[in-house]
């Protein structure tokens, strides 16, 4: 145990005159024994008492690194994992995190007997190049570059590699070009600014590495929520470490409150300097959600999950019956009638259709056209396109309007939607949205069933879907499809969900993918346009055709061989 009366002061007069003597005092080959033995119980210790760090911002740009009680306690829970759990760093911009992170590293390759780490980056450069400050080994070789003579293993240094030969340690270092780590074997891999990593890089270095090593140390500030830092930030299962600048000494003084938000003169400042809110919400406020150009306003979105609440029932609809089901597939805001069936009015039906599989949802809304009120949402990630027709016109025949017609439908005709409208069609159905002519000005409709998404056209559904959202004109009472709006975001190609920009995301169709938020903008679509058209829609093919015949087979199939 370190006596404390000899450990480095904090002050940086007093830790410099500390220095000296202990650089001195380190001649004495004794002496020099006790101060590698004291460094080697605490990194602390070794942190304050040996090791520099670089700031060209400061006069010199060579200072002592002398730990903040924040960086203590980053260095501790780092060195504490090791070989042990992952970690998760999050943390604002210019806290110190990576020098932390490579000098704990460091230390054990200097103190402990066969280490083996690994330093990750999302390209070779910010691994290992020679005069680049921002590279994770140049770091390394600063630090160990100004510990005393008498401190310093015997090395080797090459390429991507630093070797202690005293006692076998090693730290290497790889970028995300290929699978990193695949059949390695590492004491802890370091993984830096992992939110800046190529998104498919980043989901494959975390099915790569995870076999490699018990200890994996995820460090970055947030660059978004669709890539894999934040995946694995969210992960209520790994260690999480904030270093948020609120906890910094210097950049906290003159702390306040206002609105809610933690503030100081410094944080103004840094505000000022920023050019977007998304920035700040990046760099500053360790903000997932923010910290990329989103398509609905946070604050707003806010506002509507207030008036959101529970459903009055769940369950599914049959034979013109909704059926109260625990967990069904199908929520309602309202209470049906005497007679079983919803208030008459008119209503329309949006409809997302996914493939089945389970990769992401497959969704309908369905909303009171006249008041504006989502009064239905149904959600399954396992229903085929055809399967989901068959519950669609069941929905449609169950909301029909006072007219008797059924239910409005706009669905997403491109991809599985083609099979689920023209299963529709098979059955008789004939309400549907139909597309206006395309590059026109004018009004003028096609005779082509859906909509097709285009960029143009997905800037135009979402903005007249936000825009009655905030006002109050699309009332939705549903909160999970709330929360998904949150993670729309601008992109090159237009609006976009962030887990739909990646074909690596793991997280299966149960976490939000944004469906919800397309079907209730199909249906918000429903709310203004009108069927150029309308067929006497029959309850389904003839009795006995084919149409008929191949249509009981898939009701059976789909409800295990119970009638509807």
């Not at 007069?13 to 004495?28: C, F, Q, S, V």
């Not at 190049?129 to 003579?149: A, C, M, Q, R, V």
């Amino acid at each position: 145990m370190i006596d404390p009366g000899l450990c480095p002061p904090k002050g940086f007069e007093e830790n410099l005159e500390w220095r000296k003597r202990a650089i001195a005092a380190g001649r004495d080959p004794e002496a020099a024994s006790l101060l590698r033995r004291a460094c080697s119980e605490d990194p602390v210790f070794w942190f304050d008492g040996f090791a520099m760090t670089w700031d060209p911002r400061r006069d010199p740009s060579l200072l002592p690194f002398v730990l903040y009680p924040f960086q203590e306690e980053a260095v501790r829970r780092i060195d504490d994992c090791i070989g042990k759990s992952d970690l998760v760093i999050s943390k604002s911009r210019d806290m110190g995190a990576s020098w932390c992170l490579l000098g704990t590293f460091l230390w054990r390759w200097l103190f402990r007997n066969g280490q083996s780490f690994l330093l990750v980056s999302r390209n070779e450069d910010y691994v290992d190049k020679i005069g680049n400050p921002k590279s994770l080994f140049w770091k390394l070789d600063y630090i160990l570059k100004h510990l005393p003579t008498w401190m310093k293993p015997r090395m080797e240094r090459a390429k991507l590699r630093l070797t202690n030969l005293d006692n076998g340690s090693t730290i290497d270092g790889e970028s995300t070009t290929g699978d990193v780590a695949r059949g390695d074997r590492r004491t802890a891999i370091a993984l830096d600014e992992f939110a800046a990593f190529e998104t498919e890089a980043g989901y494959r270095a975390l099915a790569s590495t995870r076999d490699a090593t018990r200890s994996r140390i995820f460090n970055s500030t947030p660059a978004g929520t669709g890539n894999a830092f934040a995946d694995i930030a969210q992960n209520g299962a790994i260690p999480h470490l904030r270093m948020h600048w609120s906890i910094h000494p210097i950049k906290a003084e003159g702390l306040y409150t206002r609105d809610g938000r933690q503030r100081s003169p410094w944080y103004d400042r840094e505000c000022e300097r920023c050019v977007s809110p998304v920035e700040v919400a990046q760099e500053l406020d360790i903000d997932f959600a923010a910290s990329q150009s989103v398509f609905f306003d946070s604050a707003k979105l806010g506002q509507c999950i207030v008036k959101t609440r529970l459903p009055d029932h769940r369950g599914e609809v049959s034979d013109c019956q909704f059926i109260e089901i625990a967990g069904g597939a199908m929520a309602i805001w309202f209470h049906p009638n005497a007679d079983g069936f919803p208030p008459p009015s008119d209503y329309a039906v949006g409809a997302d259709i996914a493939t089945g599989t389970g990769a992401s949802n497959s969704c309908m809304s369905v909303v009171d056209r006249r008041t504006g009120q989502k009064v239905a949402e149904w959600v399954s990630p396992t229903h085929r396109p055809d399967q989901m027709a068959l519950v669609a016109h069941e929905i449609c025949l169950w909301f029909r309007g006072d007219d008797r017609s059924p239910a409005y439908m706009i669905h997403e005709a491109a991809g599985p939607g083609r099979i689920f409208g023209d299963v529709l069609l098979e059955r008789g159905f004939r309400n549907f949205y139909m597309r206006p002519v395309e590059g026109t000005l004018s009004k003028q409709i096609t005779q082509r069933i859906g909509w097709i998404p285009s960029r143009e056209t997905k800037v135009a559904l979402f903005g007249s879907y936000r825009k009655a959202l905030f006002l109050g004109e699309f009332v939705n009472p549903s909160r999970d499809a709330i929360e998904e709006a949150r993670e729309f975001v601008y992109t090159s190609a237009g609006i976009e969900h962030v887990r739909s920009l990646n074909a690596q995301d793991p997280s299966g169709a149960r976490l939000n993918h944004g469906d919800r938020v397309t079907a209730d903008a199909l249906a918000c679509l429903g709310i203004a346009s009108r069927p150029t058209f309308r067929v006497e829609t029959s309850s389904g093919p003839e009795a006995g055709s084919m149409a008929w015949r191949r249509d009981q087979a898939a009701r059976k199939a789909l409800h295990g061989g119970l009638r509807w």
